[in-house]
Protein backbone atom coordinates (compact mmCIF):
# COMPACT_ATOMS: atom_id res chain seq x y z
CA UNK A 1 0.00 0.00 0.00
CA UNK A 2 1.22 3.55 -0.92
CA UNK A 3 1.94 6.15 1.70
CA UNK A 4 -0.94 8.11 -0.30
CA UNK A 5 -3.31 5.18 0.14
CA UNK A 6 -2.52 4.55 3.18
CA UNK A 7 -3.19 8.43 4.67
CA UNK A 8 -6.36 8.11 3.20
CA UNK A 9 -7.61 4.93 4.48
CA UNK A 10 -6.35 6.28 7.99
CA UNK A 11 -8.35 9.87 7.07
CA UNK A 12 -11.60 7.43 6.50
CA UNK A 13 -11.06 4.95 9.50
CA UNK A 14 -10.78 7.87 11.94
CA UNK A 15 -12.79 10.62 10.59
CA UNK A 16 -15.79 9.59 12.68
CA UNK A 17 -13.65 7.91 15.22
CA UNK A 18 -11.44 10.28 16.44
CA UNK A 19 -13.97 12.39 18.41
CA UNK A 20 -14.02 9.45 20.75
CA UNK A 21 -10.94 7.44 20.22
CA UNK A 22 -9.46 8.23 23.27
CA UNK A 23 -12.39 7.65 25.77
CA UNK A 24 -12.79 4.18 23.95
CA UNK A 25 -9.28 3.27 23.84
CA UNK A 26 -7.85 3.66 27.21
CA UNK A 27 -9.49 0.38 28.03
CA UNK A 28 -7.35 -1.42 26.18
CA UNK A 29 -4.25 0.74 24.57
CA UNK A 30 -2.49 -0.82 27.36
CA UNK A 31 0.84 0.31 28.58
CA UNK A 32 1.38 3.91 27.13
CA UNK A 33 1.71 5.52 30.40
CA UNK A 34 4.56 3.24 31.63
CA UNK A 35 5.67 4.22 28.55
CA UNK A 36 5.38 7.46 29.00
CA UNK A 37 7.25 7.24 32.45
CA UNK A 38 9.74 5.49 31.15
CA UNK A 39 10.91 8.10 28.72
CA UNK A 40 13.48 10.15 31.28
CA UNK A 41 13.83 12.63 28.95
CA UNK A 42 16.68 15.24 29.61
CA UNK A 43 15.83 18.77 30.38
CA UNK A 44 15.86 20.51 27.25
CA UNK A 45 15.18 17.38 25.84
CA UNK A 46 13.26 17.02 22.09
CA UNK A 47 11.09 14.21 21.84
CA UNK A 48 9.32 12.74 18.82
CA UNK A 49 6.15 10.72 18.14
CA UNK A 50 5.69 8.96 15.24
CA UNK A 51 2.39 8.17 15.11
CA UNK A 52 0.70 10.73 17.43
CA UNK A 53 -2.69 10.47 16.54
CA UNK A 54 -5.07 12.57 18.54
CA UNK A 55 -2.61 14.35 20.78
CA UNK A 56 -2.94 12.48 23.88
CA UNK A 57 0.05 10.83 24.50
CA UNK A 58 2.14 13.91 23.88
CA UNK A 59 -0.40 16.03 26.38
CA UNK A 60 0.74 13.94 29.43
CA UNK A 61 4.32 13.44 28.60
CA UNK A 62 4.29 17.36 27.98
CA UNK A 63 3.33 17.24 31.56
CA UNK A 64 5.76 14.80 32.50
CA UNK A 65 8.17 16.65 30.86
CA UNK A 66 7.97 19.71 30.76
CA UNK A 67 11.57 21.73 30.09
CA UNK A 68 10.97 19.37 26.97
CA UNK A 69 9.74 20.34 23.11
CA UNK A 70 7.51 17.80 21.36
CA UNK A 71 7.42 16.67 18.04
CA UNK A 72 4.40 14.90 16.36
CA UNK A 73 4.61 13.10 12.87
CA UNK A 74 1.30 11.12 11.74
CA UNK A 75 -0.05 10.36 8.31
CA UNK A 76 -3.73 11.50 8.76
CA UNK A 77 -4.82 14.59 8.67
CA UNK A 78 -7.61 13.92 10.61
CA UNK A 79 -6.26 13.07 13.45
CA UNK A 80 -3.54 15.67 13.01
CA UNK A 81 -6.78 18.50 13.19
CA UNK A 82 -7.46 16.59 16.59
CA UNK A 83 -3.54 16.44 18.13
CA UNK A 84 -4.14 20.40 17.30
CA UNK A 85 -7.07 21.02 19.26
CA UNK A 86 -5.88 18.80 22.41
CA UNK A 87 -2.75 20.62 22.53
CA UNK A 88 -4.47 24.37 21.72
CA UNK A 89 -6.52 23.48 24.78
CA UNK A 90 -3.60 22.35 26.93
CA UNK A 91 -2.08 25.64 26.37
CA UNK A 92 0.95 23.77 25.32
CA UNK A 93 1.36 24.88 21.48
CA UNK A 94 4.52 26.48 22.05
CA UNK A 95 6.40 23.50 22.66
CA UNK A 96 4.74 20.94 20.21
CA UNK A 97 5.18 20.81 16.49
CA UNK A 98 2.85 18.44 14.15
CA UNK A 99 3.52 17.34 10.82
CA UNK A 100 1.73 15.58 8.56
CA UNK A 101 4.20 12.80 7.22
CA UNK A 102 4.55 9.14 6.50
CA UNK A 103 6.33 7.54 9.65
CA UNK A 104 8.56 4.77 7.06
CA UNK A 105 9.91 7.56 5.14
CA UNK A 106 9.91 11.37 6.61
CA UNK A 107 12.87 14.09 6.93
CA UNK A 108 12.75 15.56 10.25
CA UNK A 109 15.02 18.38 9.21
CA UNK A 110 11.96 19.34 6.44
CA UNK A 111 9.57 18.80 8.96
CA UNK A 112 10.14 20.56 11.90
CA UNK A 113 13.63 21.85 11.57
CA UNK A 114 15.01 19.40 13.84
CA UNK A 115 17.50 16.92 12.11
CA UNK A 116 18.15 14.98 16.02
CA UNK A 117 16.08 13.80 19.00
CA UNK A 118 17.11 12.59 22.46
CA UNK A 119 13.91 10.64 22.74
CA UNK A 120 11.72 8.69 20.18
CA UNK A 121 8.30 6.89 20.91
CA UNK A 122 5.97 4.31 19.06
CA UNK A 123 2.81 3.94 21.28
CA UNK A 124 0.19 1.10 18.86
CA UNK A 125 1.45 2.69 15.41
CA UNK A 126 3.40 -0.34 14.30
CA UNK A 127 1.13 -2.47 13.66
CA UNK A 128 -1.30 -0.31 11.71
CA UNK A 129 1.28 0.82 10.04
CA UNK A 130 2.20 -1.09 6.01
CA UNK A 131 6.33 -1.46 5.81
CA UNK A 132 6.35 -1.16 9.67
CA UNK A 133 10.07 -2.20 9.71
CA UNK A 134 11.39 0.72 7.87
CA UNK A 135 9.79 3.63 10.51
CA UNK A 136 11.96 1.56 13.25
CA UNK A 137 15.22 2.17 10.56
CA UNK A 138 13.77 5.65 10.36
CA UNK A 139 13.07 5.95 14.49
CA UNK A 140 17.07 5.03 15.14
CA UNK A 141 18.15 7.25 11.85
CA UNK A 142 17.00 10.71 13.79
CA UNK A 143 18.19 9.46 17.65
CA UNK A 144 20.87 11.51 18.90
CA UNK A 145 24.06 9.75 20.35
CA UNK A 146 23.08 8.29 23.93
CA UNK A 147 19.59 8.85 22.81
CA UNK A 148 16.44 5.91 22.72
CA UNK A 149 13.46 4.58 20.86
CA UNK A 150 10.52 3.60 22.93
CA UNK A 151 7.81 1.14 21.92
CA UNK A 152 4.73 0.08 22.84
CA UNK A 153 2.16 -1.87 21.43
CA UNK A 154 -0.24 -5.24 20.76
CA UNK A 155 1.57 -8.58 22.22
CA UNK A 156 0.95 -11.74 21.29
CA UNK A 157 -1.10 -12.29 23.64
CA UNK A 158 0.35 -15.60 24.40
CA UNK A 159 -0.60 -16.19 27.84
CA UNK A 160 -4.03 -15.23 27.46
CA UNK A 161 -7.13 -17.82 26.33
CA UNK A 162 -7.50 -18.53 23.25
CA UNK A 163 -11.06 -17.47 22.73
CA UNK A 164 -9.65 -14.46 23.99
CA UNK A 165 -6.61 -13.99 21.31
CA UNK A 166 -9.45 -15.05 18.55
CA UNK A 167 -12.21 -12.45 19.63
CA UNK A 168 -9.15 -9.72 19.67
CA UNK A 169 -7.87 -10.29 16.98
CA UNK A 170 -11.25 -10.27 15.01
CA UNK A 171 -11.73 -6.75 16.40
CA UNK A 172 -8.23 -5.33 15.70
CA UNK A 173 -8.47 -6.54 12.08
CA UNK A 174 -11.83 -4.10 11.53
CA UNK A 175 -9.64 -1.30 11.90
CA UNK A 176 -6.69 -2.65 9.98
CA UNK A 177 -4.30 -3.50 13.06
CA UNK A 178 -1.86 -6.39 13.46
CA UNK A 179 0.14 -7.26 16.05
CA UNK A 180 3.94 -7.64 14.90
CA UNK A 181 5.27 -11.40 15.69
CA UNK A 182 8.70 -10.23 14.54
CA UNK A 183 8.78 -6.86 16.69
CA UNK A 184 11.54 -8.08 18.67
CA UNK A 185 13.50 -9.70 16.40
CA UNK A 186 13.43 -6.51 13.79
CA UNK A 187 14.29 -4.20 16.96
CA UNK A 188 17.15 -6.32 17.88
CA UNK A 189 18.28 -5.93 14.01
CA UNK A 190 18.18 -2.08 14.26
CA UNK A 191 20.12 -2.24 17.54
CA UNK A 192 22.69 -4.75 16.63
CA UNK A 193 23.69 -1.89 13.54
CA UNK A 194 24.56 0.53 15.69
CA UNK A 195 25.75 -1.50 18.67
CA UNK A 196 22.31 -0.28 21.05
CA UNK A 197 21.21 -2.21 23.82
CA UNK A 198 17.40 -3.91 24.03
CA UNK A 199 15.20 -4.09 26.75
CA UNK A 200 12.48 -6.17 25.56
CA UNK A 201 9.07 -6.71 27.88
CA UNK A 202 5.29 -8.38 27.56
CA UNK A 203 3.18 -6.79 29.63
CA UNK A 204 -0.64 -8.29 30.93
CA UNK A 205 0.31 -11.96 29.55
CA UNK A 206 1.31 -11.06 26.77
CA UNK A 207 -1.23 -8.60 26.19
CA UNK A 208 1.17 -6.06 24.91
CA UNK A 209 4.57 -5.31 24.88
CA UNK A 210 6.96 -2.43 25.76
CA UNK A 211 10.28 -2.27 24.31
CA UNK A 212 13.64 0.20 24.64
CA UNK A 213 16.31 0.44 21.76
CA UNK A 214 19.55 2.56 23.08
CA UNK A 215 20.09 4.66 26.19
Known amino acids: MSAT ?18 VTRKYYLLGRDRMIDGLGVPPGGTVLELGCGTGRNIVLAARRYPEARFYGLDISAEMLETAK ?5 EGIAARVTLARG ?20 VSYSLSMIPGWEKT ?10 GGSLHVVDFGE ?38 ASSVFFEALYRGYAVKAVVGA
Open 157 to 194: QERLPRWFRAMLRAWLAKFHVEPRATLRKELEAEAGKR
Open 102 to 121: DATDFDAETLFGVEKFDRVF
Open 5 to 22: DHSGLMDRIYRHQRHIYD
Open 136 to 145: LSAAMAVLRP
Open 85 to 89: AAIDR
